[in-house]
């Protein structure tokens, strides 16, 4: 290296340097992979989103992902804890073209997994894998049926399961994103697998659905749900208040309660107890290069009902050092084994030198200050949803999640605490 070119790169390290100092966390160059990563699979393209579930009875958590650009869903069932650093074994359930997110689902009550995709793009539909307990790595024993009523309604981003009318069958709460798009419902008949008899009811319009989470926000007895809107003229974090059982065809039914993040393009959030008060902070990733940190404030009343005002979430904003790609999503956990949570998080646009995944730990009492480390360093550069995960059996977590423009494909990243020591 010529001494100029070391000169400009002394110049750079220091303003990075500068940079990190000024937001409270110490500096990383990311000069290493501090958590070694492991491939699951990475037989297709564009992998996007993980989720989790035990499809085949074993006790371990097998991975349900949407391949964007190879256009299947497929599931890899954990090989046991002496095979996890090698690729997992792995099924192709069915085709889903332009699939956003795929995840796990009994919907007919038969003691089998199903999958359910959600399609945007030309698809624009809901696509259901239905499983059998038979030959599970086998792709024929699986089928698929795409679900004729939500074809067209929106580009479909993202699911999750609940019985949302308390009728003690499961439901499918779904939402897209598009000027048309909407967070809602779809109620399913007495015979799930008559999918044209599925019902959409459509609760809060939305521009561009992230996050999708069930939480009883208000202690009611009720799950809520709790979401992210990435663009429009609503977007930041709100929860919509599950009503009455007899009211959850009313749309005017579920009141909406504003959280934080407003008018800002919020990305994945996760939920964890930051400060040991026993009350669990909302922290969600905000481009370009933001973690907001969303605490309550107010209490519940005694008919279970949250106080309404503006001072109810108060947001603490953290800064991502321009070193890392543009925030995707967070996870809260306690990855160090020290009894303290820490906030690990995702990134976009993480070109070489740009680090991909990072890890934040508190410096202090409270939420003020925080250090960052590199977890991935300068290891692709679109990663998606992180899911924190003892995958190898050690008693620490790591990291689950996925990469879809160097074709990474579903990786894992190893907790280096108790592990391996690398």
Not at 257 to 272: I, P
Not at 302 to 325: D, F, K, T
């Amino acid at each position: 290296m010529d001494y100029f070119a070391s000169k400009r790169e002394t110049i750079a390290a220091l303003a990075l340097w500068v940079l990190m100092t000024s937001f409270g966390l110490a500096a990383d160059d990311g000069s290493h992979l501090t958590w070694k990563r492991h491939v699951i699979d990475d037989s297709s393209r564009g992998a996007d989103g993980t989720r989790l579930a035990d499809v085949n009875g074993d006790g371990l958590l097998d991975i349900a992902t949407g391949w964007e650009q190879g256009g299947i869903a497929r599931i890899c069932f954990h090989p046991g804890y002496e095979q996890v650093h090698r690729l997992w074994p792995a099924v192709t359930v069915g085709e889903a073209k332009d699939v956003e997110d795929a995840m796990f689902v009994d919907l007919d009550a038969d003691g089998a997994m199903d999958v359910v995709s959600c399609c945007e793009g030309g698809e624009q539909a809901l696509i259901v894998h239905w499983g059998s307990n038979r030959k599970l790595l086998e792709s024929d024993s699986w089928f698929s049926t795409k679900v004729k009523p939500s074809a067209g309604i929106c580009r479909w981003m993202f699911a999750i399961p609940m019985d949302v009318n308390g009728d003690g069958q499961v439901d499918v709460v779904a939402g897209g994103k598009g000027q048309d798009s909407y967070l809602g419902w779809w109620e399913l008949p007495g015979n799930p697998r008559e999918v044209s008899r599925w019902s959409w009811h459509p609760l809060r319009k939305v521009n561009w659905l992230m996050s999708l989470d069930v939480v009883d926000m208000n202690d009611d007895g009720k799950d809520d749900l709790l979401f992210t809107d990435r663009k429009g003229p609503l977007s930041g974090v709100s929860w919509l208040e599950h009503p009455e059982p007899n009211q959850v065809g009313n749309l005017s039914a579920w009141r909406e309660h504003r959280v934080g993040g407003a008018n800002r393009e919020v990305m994945f959030l996760s939920r964890g107890d930051l400060d040991g008060d026993q009350t669990d902070e909302i922290v969600v990733a905000v481009r370009p290069y933001s973690i907001l940190i969303l605490k309550r404030t107010d209490s519940i009343g005694s008919n279970g009902q949250a106080h309404e005002s503006s001072e109810r979430w108060v947001e603490r904003e953290l800064a991502i050092p321009e070193a890392y790609g543009t925030a995707k999503a967070t996870a809260v956990a306690d990855f160090n084994l020290d009894g303290k949570m820490q906030i690990a998080f995702s990134t976009e646009r993480a070109t070489d030198p740009k680090m991909a995944i990072g890890l934040l730990s508190p410096a202090g009492e409270g939420l003020q200050d925080w250090t960052v480390q590199s977890i991935s360093g300068r290891d692709g550069v679109k990663h998606d949803l992180l899911v924190p995960v003892d995958l190898d059996g050690d008693g620490d977590l790591d990291l689950l999640t996925c990469e879809e423009v160097k074709n990474l494909g579903v990786i894992w990243y190893e907790n280096p605490k108790v592990g391996s020591g690398h």
